[in-house]
């Protein structure tokens, strides 16, 4: 009880310090302008409040609390129009009643983050599994721009693909899809170059260093656009599987739609098979697209398939399957977004007004029939603050025995709240 009073307090101290008009600022400038130094300051307040499947192996309990508490620093500054640099420190804390989960894919993950030399993320406060305070550096880069093209070294957000909810060629940090604080990609320790090729292409190497050459990533990236068309080219490797992948996102008519192909070699054999009859290959790929309808203030209906190769053919060994170390990394590091081998994604999003907006999402696995329904609402009630409200409606055969049967049907029947603050 006293790690929720100390939430609470964060959370009011927070409203307190950034309220005040100016807390947020530029710490320093020149007279000329083309130097400065800023700060921004972002907190969030999250409270889950699930009712747990009826299996007391996975759950202690069948009703359970997750609180949630995030504190951001971000740091930026440029120096004329040549460089510019980061540097994030985050605070978070997370408490638990008694018997919760994780917070069923919808709160971060607690896992280190891949590609890092070193996690910079400390314990601060860890009250067994129910109360955990970290602290950590997410961002830490330095970039320079000049007309050729642009460096970027340091910790940094890399997000690659045009998928919306699922990806096949996100190899950084991938969110997952039912993590609905989507905002802050975990930062990565890197180097990228990109040089310009022309107006409307370029060509990119990006190295992604972890602790040893096995748990680091090195890609290179063409893309380019023409017309309506906007495509990606990107081979190297991540970790330890060889990829190759192709992108490619268009204006049809007024819709939009966006594939993504990649193919990897990875050093160990596919239980469930590959391609090509390897079972060393692997498949993933997302199809999809967007449109809005001329209804009322606009109405966008995404729409998304994502098949991955990583993924099981029967999602009921996935519990047996977790004790095989490689299996398990892939599903931390994010290798595949589902514990399936298909899922389907539709969305419908509305604004109700300028600070009201409405959305009703579904993910569906065609494997087993499964589903999670997510109706949710973000209310701007002011220019730096709003609230996030999200139900999570699962559909499916629920877990048994702590053997789970389903791809969504072991998720908790959750109500979401989120408060956010940006200054």
């Known amino acids: 009880m006293r790690y929720r009073r100390r939430i609470a307090g964060l959370t009011v101290l927070l409203l307190i310090l950034t309220s005040a008009r100016g807390f ?47 504190l951001r620093l971000g740091f930026n500054g440029y120096y004329e129009d040549w460089l510019n640099w980061e540097l994030a420190y985050e605070q978070r804390a997370r408490w638990l009643s008694q018997g919760a989960g994780t917070g069923g894919g919808v ?23 129910r109360f955990i305070w970290r602290h950590e550096i997410d961002r830490a880069l330095v970039s320079f721009h000049r007309q050729w093209g ?60 972890g602790e040893t050459w096995e748990k680091s990533a090195l890609i290179a990236r063409l893309r380019g656009y023409f017309d309506e068309i906007d495509a990606e080219f990107i081979f190297g490797k991540r970790a330890e599987d060889l990829m190759v992948a192709g992108v490619v996102s268009a204006a049809v008519m007024e819709a939009e739609v966006h594939c993504e192909l990649a193919l990897y070699n990875t050093p160990e054999a596919q239980t469930d098979g590959g391609i090509f009859n390897n079972d060393h290959e ?54 595949t977004q589902t514990l399936g081998r298909e899922a389907l994604a539709y969305q419908l ?33 002011s220019k730096s603050a709003s609230l996030l409200g999200s139900i ?10 702590g053997k789970i049967k389903s791809e969504y049907g072991s998720t908790p029947l959750s ?4 408060l956010r603050m940006y200054y």
């Open 24 to 70: 947020a600022m530029d710490l320093w400038s020149n007279a000329e302008g083309d130097k400065a130094v800023g700060l921004d300051v972002a907190g969030k307040w999250s409270s889950l409040l699930s009712h747990n499947t009826d299996d007391p192996t996975l759950f202690a309990k069948r009703d359970s609390i997750t609180e949630f508490f995030r």
């Open 107 to 129: 709160l971060p993950c607690e896992a280190d983050a891949p590609f890092r030399i070193r996690q910079l993320d400390w314990q601060a406060i860890n009250d067994g599994e």
């Open 150 to 209: 642009e460096v970027t070294l340091g910790r940094q957000a890399i997000g690659l693909g045009r998928g919306r909810l699922f990806s096949a060629v996100d190899i950084f940090s991938p969110f997952s899809p039912l993590e609905i604080d989507r905002e802050w990609r975990q930062g990565v320790d890197a180097a990228r170059v990109e040089y310009q090729l022309s107006d409307t292409s370029s060509a990119e190497v990006i190295a992604a260093i």
């Open 282 to 335: 692997v498949a993933k790929a997302v199809f999809g697209g967007s449109y809005t309808f001329d209804v009322g203030n606009g109405l966008t209906f995404l729409t998304e398939y994502h098949y991955s190769g990583f993924g099981l053919k029967d999602v009921g060994r996935v519990t047996d399957k977790l004790d095989e170390p490689t299996f398990a990394e892939r599903i931390i590091r994010g290798d």
């Open 349 to 381: 999003s509305y604004p109700f007004s300028i600070s009201l907006n409405g959305a009703f999402l579904v993910l569906h696995s065609p494997q087993d029939g499964s589903a999670v329904l997510s109706p949710s609402l973000i209310w701007d009630f």
């Open 392 to 401: 999570f409606i699962p559909c499916g055969d629920q877990p048994s025995g």
């Open 415 to 418: 109500f979401f709240l989120q």
